[in-house]
């Protein structure tokens, strides 16, 4: 990898994109509301993030970016079903946006924003079937290995790990499955992890450790609130004892982009996320373009601009949109300069602002984030820019020796700490993942050293990914929000479900082949789990990558 360069009297900025979404697959569907989520994502996020780094690798800018990838993730971009299902859907998307150019044709203002939504579909079919034939996991490697992205991965299916951590088995394969994930798609070992929400709870640095990682991130609380008073502030990571460094995210950077009264997203030229032509239309228009042609959702079609205030919301001015995204990637640089240029005077090393953001927010909730991404990018990477942009691994080799201490257990969900994702809505929940976990190590705990049948290794493999797929942390944060509450009910309930159907029929030897092939078609992520891993004594040891996960 190459690394960043320290220039005299600069300080260092690290970005980090955290790229995630629930594992939803439905094979037994002919199509599902949810998985729009994915293919939402990939329209507006993912596609127009690789377009982002296409220019840069062209135009030879020498950035600096981290991108987080989770397992769950990285399965969905590989699934043949799903990308079949989202080739039709852009393909649908674009019969929406010529049917819109037809029906604005006397009102030129709309016609030219269907002819750009025209574009943008188009760009993005060109970009994912013709450059990176539907595999866009080849598109981030080919960046990864330029040495300016680097790719780093969370838990296994993005399990929420202070509220896991009755069981430091279940703690312990969502870490270790979530890296054995990134290896075989990437062939490359992650020495920074994204935790879950980023929830740490002292003691989980020893997971990270045996697993090889060297540092991790946590809240601006995290390290303030350390056993030790931190000399820098948030502004230098800490080392936990045991050479694992965490880093805290910046306050300031953070509200610049995060904040719902001061953040950049809010102003009033940018596009209107909630003002959607499948909310808008006549039902009978636009059906064929929405869930069952009576549920309307998101067409990703938006004809108005922010606006402010409770007015009518005037129409979006593409033009306006991006001076402003210029203006604010420059006020961004400029006032990571002025903050680089304080915090110097009075540190015993140079400062690392390091910026942690949701990916999606990028294009998909913030239409104009990857062209403000871009400019910030370009920007810090000029000679006279102020700031320079970093990894975290590379600023953990150029500077001294960090201050030991122990952070302290939070979260950057609301109020800092887990009252997020356990609640009185969730809590429910908590009581039957730890029944699961114990029951699941206890079946490898039984069967150790025993010869089993392949049927019975199928079984044991089905189960753990079970308890894998119910421990995500997106269920019980989605009942919290009070979004689509009654699927991840049920996604909770099913995988639950699954895992009692399968341990009890391998404990009464009762295997129906036939249902559990079907459950493996249903949930096939992980191909190389190893249920053994379940067993306390042997964590970790049997997980590898399979060679069709190198895929293209």
Not at 91 to 105: D, Q, V
Not at 269 to 290: H, M, Q, V
Not at 369 to 396: F, H, I, M, P
Not at 489 to 497: C, S, V
Request: aromatic residues 12%; proline residues 5%; hydrophobic residues 35%.
């Amino acid at each position: 990898m190459t690394k960043s360069l320290p220039r005299d009297g600069q300080g260092f900025l690290s970005i980090i994109l955290h790229a995630h979404l629930p594992y939803v697959r439905h094979p037994e569907h002919d199509s599902f509301f949810e998985e729009n989520w994915l293919f939402e994502a990939m329209t507006e996020c993912y596609l127009p993030l690789i377009g982002v780094l296409d220019r840069l690798h062209d135009d030879n800018v020498d950035y600096r970016l981290t991108l987080s990838l989770s397992p769950t993730l990285m399965a969905m971009l590989r699934d043949d079903l799903l990308q079949t299902r989202y080739l039709k859907y852009l393909h649908s998307r674009l019969e929406l946006a010529e049917k819109e150019i037809i029906r604005t044709r006397k009102q030129p203002e709309y016609q030219r924003l269907a002819r750009l939504y025209r574009r943008f579909f188009q760009n993005a079919l060109t970009i994912y079937q013709d450059r990176y034939q539907g595999d866009l996991l080849a598109a981030f490697k080919k960046h990864y290995l330029t040495g300016k992205l680097e790719l780093i991965t969370t838990a296994a299916t993005h399990g929420f790990l202070p509220l896991l951590n009755v069981s430091e088995t279940a703690v312990r394969n969502q870490v270790n499955t979530g890296i054995a994930i990134l290896k075989a798609n990437f062939g490359c070992t992650p020495t920074g992890f994204w935790l879950p929400e980023c929830g740490y709870y002292p003691g989980l640095e020893t997971v990270l450790a045996d697993a090889g990682i060297e540092y991790f991130f946590v809240d601006s609380h995290g390290v303030m609130d350390a056993s030790q008073a931190p000399r820098n502030g948030v502004y230098a990571p800490l080392d936990c004892g045991n050479g694992v460094a965490a880093f805290a995210r910046d306050p300031e950077s953070s509200r610049q982009v995060w904040s719902g009264q001061e953040g950049y997203p809010g102003d009033f030229d940018y596009r209107e996320y909630y003002s959607d032509i499948g909310f808008e239309r006549e039902l009978d228009y636009i059906a064929p373009y929405i869930l069952d042609g009576k549920t309307r959702i998101n067409t990703g079609i938006k004809y108005h601009r922010v606006t402010g205030g409770n007015q009518p919301k005037e129409i979006y001015n593409p033009r306006q949109a991006r001076i402003k995204a210029r203006e604010h990637a420059l006020d961004f640089i400029e006032k990571r300069r002025h903050q680089s240029d304080r915090l110097s005077a009075s540190m015993d090393r140079l400062p690392m602002i390091v910026a942690p953001y949701d990916a999606e927010l990028f294009g998909h909730w913030w239409f104009e984030g990857t062209y403000w991404l871009e400019s910030v990018l370009r920007l810090a990477s000029e000679k006279n820019s102020g700031v320079q942009l970093t990894t975290c691994g590379d600023y953990l080799k150029q500077q001294p020796a960090p201050q030991v201490a122990t952070p302290a257990a939070s979260t950057w969900g609301d109020q800092g700490y887990s009252g997020y994702w356990i609640n009185e809505t969730n809590g429910w929940i908590y009581p039957l993942l730890h029944k699961a976990e114990l029951e699941m190590e206890k079946l490898a705990l039984d069967v150790q050293g025993l010869a089993l049948t392949p049927l019975q290794t199928r079984t044991l493999n089905q189960a753990a990914r079970s308890v894998l797929l119910a421990q995500a942390s997106d269920w019980p944060f989605i009942m919290k929000s009070g979004t689509t509450i009654d699927y991840a009910n049920k996604r909770i309930t099913d995988h639950l479900a699954r895992f009692n159907y399968l341990h009890d029929s391998f404990r009464k030897n009762r295997i129906n082949e036939r249902y559990l092939t079907a459950l493996e078609i249903m949930d096939n992520i992980f191909p190389d789990i190893n249920f053994r891993d379940y067993n306390p004594s042997n964590i970790g040891s049997s997980f590898r990558p399979h060679k069709s996960q190198f895929k293209k």
